[in-house]
Each structure stands twice: as structure tokens, then as C-alpha cells.
């Protein structure tokens, strides 16, 4: 069993608060000596940079849509070792999810599953009584979900902190701090979400005094309140494990989205990732076997990425398999459109991408319609998409969207390249053909 304090963050909808508000507690659990491990639900690549920086371990994501209940068991308490306390951010609203009841996908599943306490941010700068009514709402909506209490966030002063916390006295939760009207507590953000935390300076000062309004003693109460968790099981054979298989990753300013549990578990099988840029590299590093392409944001780099024509040529030569995930899957495009221009890209893929002022996203459950270094034809396979490009003609598509048929991506006998963002623990399958793809054979243990 596993025993180790936990808080979830969670609110009643996306905006209220929830990233600044873990933030706050990361900072000040962080200067009293603890070490704080940081979660977020969901598949978001930007809000962990954010609490991964803050709190000094790296973060890691936590979703129901992609791992059963042991599989996420085993992923918290594989990414808690040394960890004092674990702090999980929450996604949208705590009960949104894939169903109309919040059963599925959502932090209120996360919650239920770790057996961790929840603590409700409230956008209170236009409340007063009414939070208790809403608060009472949550607290009864799901009883295997422990609410424990309420942050108000965008408070205008004492005043109004203490008519929250009477409101609240009223229903039986507490007040556990609250976070004041300011300014300069606003995180920026951008099309696909908050800046990435290498882009900004944090708001440091603005936090560590936020955080003196907080509750600190008494979340740490709640926290410790967590009952012992089984560990679960891993969703991947531990025993399995291939010969090194060299995989070149761009990352980099524009190349940047990847799981870290992802990768920790194509190590564990034996990958070994060699870092390129290809912002700023003229060759894919030597002795690389596969070459992986991540997301991020190649339209703000367009320019850069376009007048790198070596790199744009080596990739074009690379003999050995390309795996592409959308903004890679961008790049390797014949040409992006951003901002009226058009910058030509590296070409292996057909269609020219272009920039939309409407997000496509959401969950997706896929289907391999051809052989790919990747993938096998009829291979089912979830993900998720998020991104303002518009989809370029699919006359080679790897993918077939089970909900709604349609297909995507472009593949062929060397590329591999979609919008889907694959979590691979998901379908441990196509993570050892990943590995088999980059020249790795297995070395013991049954695939």
C-alpha cells in the first residue's frame, strides 16, 4: 500500500483558477522543506511545465480516458517515490468529462480512483452567500468524491474572504484560504493554452504573497487525511526488455509535447532517445535508427524552421522510419500558411497546412487503416487531438476515427504522421513496435 498525502484541485469549470492556485500551494509546500510531486488530469502538455517548474520534480499526467484504474494506481505511485505530497491539478470543471455524469475522463474520476481529498477553487469576485449553495452542490453531487473544502480565488479583500467563510460554515466546509484580486497573478496565454513555463518569467513574488492568504496548515490536514492507496499494476510488461533502440526526438522551441511517462516507459524497454532541434541542428544525430517528430508550435518558428534547409534536407534522406504527431506532422508538410505567408516545410507528407481561428480537439480512439514502421493495419490505438491547423488532404491515412470514420494522417512503409497525439501506455503494442522500428530486438521477457 501506499501512503503518501494528497490534494486534487479541482473547480467548477476551466478558468477559475486551478493552475494558479496549484501553483501557489507548490511554492509554499515547496518552502517548507517538502517535496511536492506534481499532477495533472488530462492530456495537456502546457499546465505541467508550469507545476513542474515550480515544484522541482518533473510532472506527470493522470487520465481515465487512457489507463484503467490500476494502470493510473501504478503510474502515481511509480512518479511519488521520494515525494513528500502529491499535488494534482484538475481539468475544465470537476465533474466534465466523457459522459453527461462525469464518470469517465474527468477529476472527479481521477479523484475517485486515488482515493484523494478534493479541494474546490471558486471564482468568488462576484459571490458572496451563493458559494455555499454551489459548494454544497459539488460536495453532494458524487459520494465516493471527498470534498473538503473551498480556495476562493479573485477575492477582494479579508472583508469578503470572512462572508465566504461564514457562507460556507454554514454548509460544513471550510474555507481553506483564499487568493486575492490581482493582476499580476494572471498567467499568459496563448492559442493552444498558457505559455510554455521555459517562455515566461512566473510571477514568483505575486505567488509567494498569494500564498500567505492560503490555508497552508490546514491543506496539509486535508492532504494527510489521504487513506492508504494500492499501488496497481503496470499497464506494460516490467520484464520486457529490448536492445537499444537509438531514437532521435526533436525537441526543442518549437517541438516540445511529449508525455514524460511516455518516454520513461519507452526507456524502461529499452529506447534511447538522442535530442535534436531542428530550429537550430544541421544533421539528425548519428546512430539514430528512428527519427520522432512531437508537437508544439512550428508556426510560430515558420520562418526558422523554413530557412534550415539542411535540416529539412536530412530529414528528407533519413533512411530510417519518421514518426510525426501534430505539429510534426505540420513540418513535415510540404508548406505552412502563417500569418499570410507560405514557408515551405519538409515535404514528405502531401497538402500544405494552414492555420485556423477554431480549436479542433478532443479525445480519440483510432484505427490503423495500413502498415506503417509504427503501427499494424487494424491496430486500436487512443489519443488526443488539440490544435488551430486545418487538415490537409489524407490520400495515404494511417488513421480511421472509430466514432465518426473519418480518416487522417498520412503514412506510408517510412512515415508515420497524424494530428493524434498517442499516449502509449495506452497500447503498450505499438510502443514495442516502436522500439522494433528503431532497430531495437528483444533481449528477454515475453512481447
Not at 499526467?61 to 501504478?74: G, P, V
Not at 502509449?424 to 530486438?441: D, I, K, N, Q, Y
Request: glycine share 10%; aromatic share 8%; net charge positive.
Amino acid at each position: 500500500m501506499l501512503e503518501i498525502p494528497r490534494l486534487v484541485i479541482a473547480a467548477p469549470h476551466s478558468g477559475a483558477g486551478k493552475t494558479t492556485v496549484s501553483l501557489a500551494l507548490a511554492l509554499a509546500f515547496r518552502r517548507l522543506g517538502l517535496s511536492v510531486q506534481p499532477f495533472k488530469v488530462g492530456p495537456d502538455y502546457i499546465d505541467p511545465t508550469h507545476l513542474g517548474r515550480v515544484a522541482g520534480r518533473v510532472p506527470r499526467n493522470l487520465d481515465r480516458f487512457f489507463l484503467d484504474r490500476e494502470a493510473l494506481r501504478w503510474l502515481f505511485a511509480r512518479a511519488t517515490r521520494g515525494a513528500d505530497l502529491a499535488l494534482i491539478e484538475g481539468v475544465m470543471g470537476l465533474f466534465d468529462g466523457k459522459d453527461a455524469q462525469g464518470r469517465k475522463a474527468s477529476t472527479a474520476a481521477v479523484a475517485r480512483d486515488l482515493m484523494a481529498p478534493v479541494v474546490l477553487v471558486v471564482d468568488a469576485q462576484a459571490m458572496a452567500g451563493s458559494i455555499a449553495a454551489l459548494a454544497r452542490g459539488f460536495r453532494d453531487h458524487d459520494p465516493q468524491v471527498r470534498l473538503a473544502g473551498v480556495i476562493a480565488n479573485r477575492v477582494a479583500g479579508p472583508r469578503h474572504a470572512e462572508i465566504l467563510r461564514e457562507a460556507l460554515r454554514s454548509v460544513g466546509l471550510p474555507l481553506l484560504g483564499y487568493l486575492p484580486r490581482d493582476p499580476a497573478l494572471a498567467l499568459p496565454e496563448r492559442h493552444l493554452g498558457l505559455v510554455l513555463a521555459g517562455e515566461v518569467s512566473l510571477p514568483g513574488d505575486a505567488l509567494a504573497a498569494a500564498s500567505r492568504t492560503l490555508d497552508i496548515e490546514g491543506l496539509l490536514q486535508v492532504a494527510r487525511l489521504a487513506p492508504p492507496l494500492p499501488r496497481g499494476r503496470a499497464p506494460y510488461p516490467q520484464d520486457l526488455r529490448f536492445t537499444p533502440a537509438r531514437i532521435a526526438l526533436a525537441r526543442d522551441e518549437a517541438f516540445s509535447f511529449y508525455y514524460p511517462e511516455v518516454l520513461e516507459m519507452l526507456e524502461d524497454l529499452g529506447a534511447e532517445f538522442l535530442p535534436m532541434s531542428p530550429l537550430r541542428d544541421r544533421a539528425i544525430p548519428e546512430g539514430a535508427g528512428a527519427l520522432w517528430l512531437g508537437g508544439g508550435y512550428p508556426e510560430r518558428y515558420a520562418e526558422a524552421l523554413s530557412e534550415n534547409r539542411a535540416m529539412r534536407e536530412a530529414i528528407r534522406r533519413f533512411p530510417g522510419p519518421i514518426y510525426a504527431e501534430c505539429g510534426g506532422y505540420i513540418y513535415l508538410s510540404k508548406a505552412l500558411w502563417w500569418q499570410g505567408r507560405r514557408y515551405p516545410m519538409v515535404g514528405l507528407c502531401p497538402g500544405e497546412a494552414r492555420m485556423s481561428e477554431r480549436p479542433t480537439l478532443g479525445y480519440r480512439e483510432v484505427r490503423a487503416i495500413a502498415d506503417t514502421p509504427f503501427v499494424a493495419r487494424g491496430t486500436l490505438a487512443r489519443g488526443h487531438e488539440f490544435h488551430y491547423a486545418e487538415r490537409p488532404p489524407a490520400p495515404r491515412p494511417v488513421w480511421q476515427n472509430v466514432a465518426d470514420g473519418t480518416l487522417e494522417g498520412c503514412g506510408d512503409s517510412r512515415v508515420h504522421a497524424s494530428f493524434v497525439h498517442l499516449y502509449l501506455l495506452a497500447t503498450p503494442s505499438v510502443a514495442r513496435r516502436f522500439l522494433e522500428a528503431a532497430g531495437g530486438r528483444l533481449a528477454f521477457g515475453h512481447p
